[in-house]
């Protein structure tokens, strides 16, 4: 009679790695993601690789963006997470404003398209859609003669007043 060890279930497996992954997110800044390896790897996940952890980070939809000092860091961006706008994304922002035609969103180098994701995340029906560069947002109003009540949309949406 030959004993079988007990087969591994790699869906259970991959679960608890993303749920640890995703609470690590969550009460940690990661600037690379070695450093997430190196913190799951301490939790008990020792077969990780780099590329299980970028894995991982796209599952999660995981986003790198700047924290309040500029610095880059890993953020839980998905879909499926309430959208809750703090100072530090406010902070990014230089102003806000419109042309009869489109809102412009002025930001900080780098922080467009995270704004502009998070505009796109929150649908309304003043704003048919949105384009982030590096440093500017521009949002395109569904009807040109409300202007007004997408610019009041965008900032609402962006924690502005």
Do not use: W
Not at 67 to 79: P, Q, S, V, W
Not at 128 to 133: A, H, K, N, Q, S
Not at 137 to 156: E, S, W
Request: charged share 15%.
């Amino acid at each position: 009679m030959t004993i079988q060890p007990p087969a591994i279930d790699h869906n259970y497996c991959n679960d608890n790695m993303t749920s640890a992954c995703k609470r690590l997110l969550q009460q940690q800044s990661f600037t690379t993601q070695d450093d997430i390896r190196f913190q799951l790897i301490e939790l008990g996940f020792h077969d990780i690789s780099q590329s299980t952890v970028s894995r991982l980070l796209l599952r999660l939809g995981v986003a790198k963006v700047p924290n309040a000092a500029g610095k880059k860091i890993y953020c839980l961006t998905a879909e499926n997470e309430p959208i809750k706008i703090n100072a530090s994304i406010a902070s990014q922002i230089e102003f806000v404003s419109h042309n009869q035609l489109v809102v412009v969103i002025k930001t900080h180098p780098g922080s467009a398209q995270l704004v502009a994701r998070l505009i796109d995340m929150q649908p309304h029906v003043d704003i048919l859609g949105t384009i982030g560069g590096n440093d500017t947002v521009m949002v395109a109003p569904k009807d040109i003669t409300r202007i007004n009540q997408c610019l009041q949309v965008v900032k609402h949406c962006l924690g502005l007043k």
